[in-house]
């Protein structure tokens, strides 16, 4: 608790004591007043009433009168008197009522003081959840706080870092975006001007040998430019296909099939596909139903082998082998896994932030466009399951499927 | 720390007062009427002692309120009891007395001197109890308690008192507008602190005799004292 909060609760607390001493002393006054037990009072009074006979005697007239006085301050002596007969009880217990009311206020005072400290280390709970909140990369903390002292201006700025946080997280990503474009506009640049260049020179040597004329090394050579330009144009058109097949991701058609043998068969159909590679499942024991579009399947699995037999063959890694392994898991979510582990050179660290993005690739500039695994995770998705990098280093990288738990 | 010890002390005190202020000598006598009213007279003289004499002049109205246990053969208790209030009033110069009885009835005197008192209370007769059997075995145990003032100048006196205490002290008033102003009471600033203090004013016995009354045989039967 602050100083000033202390001093403040002090102050109330003495103010208080003093208020009802004041407001006790002046009844204390007043009655010691009344009172009037002092034995010069009560000889004064007696005498008072002395007087009052012997004037009744010496003025008959008038001796109704006296005697009505004579009454008042015998009554008034009656008081006193029985006062007197009372005078410690009477002290003891206006002492024992200060003292009630004076702890009472002490004992009030004092609960509201700890009632404070219970709020204030409530509020001090609270940022400090808020701030551990903060620390952990929250960044749509609201704290509640609506009174302006420490507690409260500190609560502020928590929310106030947790604003300029997000803020800026989204200039990030707005960053990040504009890096990933910048890149695909500069691959795509390069795409298009490697073929479109080549094509360019081979035109302007098919024009100068036109005008060389009909000679049969001639024509050989514009039937073999032909080609050429013919090829780079094909390679356009490739370019193309790779961004139409990205834009028009069909959704899959689900159907109820047998995870294990889907995966048995490709691994089968595809054993010779690459060279490089050595394909092994090991089936389950038991039928692992989900619903999927095995053709989309398929593409998702040839892509990542694809992957691994590049990734062998760019490093000089040579042969590999690439293993399925389909399983149960239970994260809150009941899920299928279908694991695909190979051994090769891992993802280079730079891109594994990203490897699902689209123009994410560690390849060279006119050797792929990166959007296998952006168009692998899009088809995961549509099928309610996700596509994940579950680890990789220099031994090798493993992806895994998730499919939903179908009901049996 | 002092008040409760002097508390102890007084209530001490008065306890050994109380234990035995009087020789048992002399005490007082009792008889029981065929009616089977126990009746006690020859009260000592306690009035001319030095702890009760000056209560006797204040003006309030003391008052010795007795206390009656007969006991028959078999243990049997009966309780009984009476008021004597004395009161000096001064503007006449006579002590008002009243002798009231179990039954309720009251004799009323007014007596002017302090002798003639005291031989006024030696021939009390005060009917103390009802139901006993006559012509029993009977031990009774007499205890007069001195009370300094009557319950009704309690009252009037917790009244004044509470009022004083609620209450501002008037203004002298010098028109007869500022006196109307000083008539209305003033409102009090502490109802219960005032009710607390002003029922502090109770009436405490200050001392207290006990004899064992003797028997006196009661030739007939007597009719109630009134």
Known sequence: ?????????????????????????????????????????????DRSLDDQKRLARADPEHAADYRRRFDEVRALQTHFKVLAYNRQEIVERYEQTLLAVVSGIVILAGS???WRQIRQELRLARLQRSLSDLSAGRTDIRVGERRRDVIGRIAAMVEQTSRVMARDRRRLASLENLSAWQDAARRHAHEMRTPLTAAKLELIRMRSLLEVGDEPEARAELNRLQESVGQEIDRLGLFTQGFTSFARVPQPTLKRQDLGRLVGELADL??????????????????????VDAEMLRQVLVNLCDNSALALRERGRGAGTVAFSIAALDEGVALNTLDVADDGPGVLPEIRGRLFEPYTTSRKIGEGMGLGLAISRKILLDHGGDLELLRTSEAGTVFRLLFPRVPS | MWRPLRTTLCAVSLAVLAAGAVPAAEGPSFTVGRDGVLRVSGLPDILSRPEVRPHLSTGLTTTFSLRVTATDETGKKTQGGGRIDIRWEPWDEVFLTAALSADGHARRESIPSLDRLAAWWHSLEIPAAAGLAPGGRWTVRVEVNVIPFSASEQRDTQRWFSDSLGQ???APATSPQEQATAARPVPANGGVLDLLIATSIKRHSLISFTWTATPHPAPEQRKPTS
């Not at chain 1, 004041?22 to 037990?37: C, D, K, P, Y």
């Not at chain 1, 090991?282 to 619903?291: I, K, N």
């Open chain 1, 1 to 45: 608790m602050s100083l000033r909060v202390t001093l403040l609760t002090l102050l109330a607390l003495v103010a208080a004591a003093a208020l009802v001493f004041q407001a006790f002393q002046r009844q204390l006054s007043g009655a010691w007043f009344a009172f009037g037990v002092h034995p010069d009072v009560l000889s004064l009074i």
């Open chain 2, 168 to 170: 501002a002290p008037p």
């Open chain 1, 270 to 291: 595809f054993a010779s596909a690459w060279p490089e590679l050595t394909l092994r499942f090991a089936p389950p024991e038991r039928p692992v139903e989900v619903l």
């Open chain 1, 112 to 114: 509201g003081y700890a």
